[in-house]
């Protein structure tokens, strides 16, 4: 059973999923799970973003350089890519509060300062949403 949760990460100015709006946001490889939920996390929510094909490990160095507003990140908590994220970058997850928007493929999760101090402040929770998918094969 694969449970993860959907990261999005973003630079210290945005405060909001609404202050994505335009902005450059990578959403991982195509054909991803980060690829997907992205996309059908932002269509949903009604915020156009300009969605940015590219690994995470290198949209997180183009976060650094200013190039992309955030990442989305479907992974299980906690991950080791984000936790090397130092907090001196200022950079931080925004909520994705569940709804029944969400329901057909989504659950709800939260991510927590235990997940990730350097992201998270002490004591700290941001809600977010997560997937939950089963394999199954015939052998």
Known sequence: MFHGEVHLLVRPEIKT?????GRKVGVDTAG???NHTGAIVFERLGVSVEKVTLSNTLA???MRRNELAGIVHLVSKPNGLLEKVKPDLGFHFLPIDYSDRFR???VPAEISSADYP????????IRTISVQALLAVFN
């Open 17 to 21: 999923i609404g202050d994505l709006v």
């Open 118 to 125: 350097n992201l998270v402040p002490p004591g700290g929770t």
């Open 104 to 106: 057909d493929y989504y």
């Open 32 to 34: 991803s799970g980060a």
């Open 60 to 62: 997180l160095e183009a």
